[in-house]
């Protein structure tokens, strides 16, 4: 249908030609993007909370690449066809407001956020899950069965980590066992802090008297960087230098054996256990 006959038909016409040239394009690029891109998207699947992490990812990916290409496909058949061609003809149909292509965008724009938000929330809080983020003193989403608790301390410009289990050691090192749910507290000594297992999927803001419980799994041995993702001071961007390791049970057991005896004698000198700590200044202003 050429620009100068019925607008009403040529933009049909035109919007057609759009819709099938879309579904090729996409029947092809959607399924190699979800194919050989998918498997490669952070956080990776080191942990039950990572693995399930990239799965939002990856359909979220899946959903977007076809309207992306809805996009371009449209703005490219606009250069092709509806440029100005010199001739003082119109260089494009009047498009009109159009109700079908208006209902059709709103349904499949409920539809997607109706199928999207009930699967990234049961994948991310959803039973026998434990969420990869903090939830506060009261966690709604837990893991089964029984946890291994560490406390993540953060302060200017660190983090240690106590082991209530096992006497209430604080190592400098985050040692957890392979296959065990861990039962992170996250708080702080000072100023606001934010622990990021980067490779763990894990991320907990470090607030001084709160309490953060964020879980873990992890499904594979291996080191895990950890960052300090809050603006926290002077110092903020040396709190890198913290890894976690994540090790088979029986490594754990000898690693956490060792570090009892070497904190066998500054036990005394740390407060009891606790979820938060308010550490008496040194100094006061009067």
């Known amino acids: 249908?050429?620009?100068?006959?019925?607008?009403?038909?040529?933009?049909?016409?035109?919007?057609?030609?759009?819709?099938?040239?879309?579904?090729?394009?996409?029947?092809?690029?959607?399924?190699?993007?979800?194919?050989?891109?998918?498997?490669?998207?952070?956080?990776?699947?080191?942990?039950?909370?990572?693995?399930?992490?990239q799965g939002i990812n990856a359909i979220l990916l899946v959903l977007v690449v076809?309207?992306?290409?809805?996009?371009?496909v449209y703005v490219f058949y606009s250069f092709v066809l509806f440029r100005d061609r010199g001739d003082g003809r119109p260089d494009s149909p009047v498009l009109r407001g159009n109700r079908r292509v208006t209902v059709w965008w709103i349904i499949g724009t409920c539809l997607i956020v109706a199928f999207v938000v009930p699967?990234?929330?049961?994948?991310?809080?959803?039973?026998?899950?434990?969420?990869?983020?903090?939830?506060?003193?009261?966690?709604?989403?837990?893991?089964?069965?029984?946890?291994?608790?560490?406390?993540?301390?953060?302060?200017?410009?660190?983090?240690?980590?106590?082991?209530?289990?096992?006497?209430?050691?604080?190592?400098?090192?985050?040692?957890?066992?392979?296959?065990?749910?861990?039962?992170?507290?996250?708080?702080?000594?000072?100023?606001?802090?934010?622990?990021?297992?980067?490779?763990?999927?894990?991320?907990?803001?470090?607030?001084?008297?709160a309490d953060n419980v964020v879980f873990v799994s992890a499904t594979r041995a291996g080191e895990f960087k950890i960052r300090c993702a809050e603006l926290c001071g002077l110092w903020h961007g040396e709190m890198y230098q913290n890894d976690a390791r994540v090790v088979p049970e029986a490594e754990f057991q000898t690693w956490i054996q060792q570090q009892t005896e070497l904190n066998e004698g500054l036990l005394a000198y740390l407060p009891p256990y606790a979820h938060i700590y308010y550490p008496q200044p040194f100094y006061r202003g009067d």
């Open 119 to 209: 699967y990234g929330t049961w994948q991310w809080m959803g039973p026998g899950v434990g969420s990869g983020s903090a939830q506060g003193p009261k966690p709604i989403a837990t893991p089964p069965g029984e946890t291994l608790e560490v406390q993540v301390i953060g302060q200017q410009w660190q983090f240690t980590y106590r082991y209530p289990s096992f006497g209430g050691i604080e190592t400098q090192e985050l040692v957890i066992p392979e296959d065990q749910y861990v039962e992170l507290h996250v708080t702080s000594l000072d100023v606001n802090h934010s622990f990021w297992a980067v490779g763990l999927a894990l991320k907990a803001d470090a607030v001084n008297g």
């Open 1 to 53: 249908m050429s620009s100068d006959g019925d607008p009403d038909r040529a933009e049909i016409s035109h919007g057609r030609r759009i819709f099938f040239i879309w579904l090729i394009v996409a029947g092809i690029v959607t399924p190699l993007v979800a194919l050989f891109v998918t498997p490669y998207l952070p956080p990776g699947d080191a942990s039950v909370q990572a693995n399930n992490q």
């Open 66 to 72: 076809p309207i992306i290409l809805g996009c371009v």
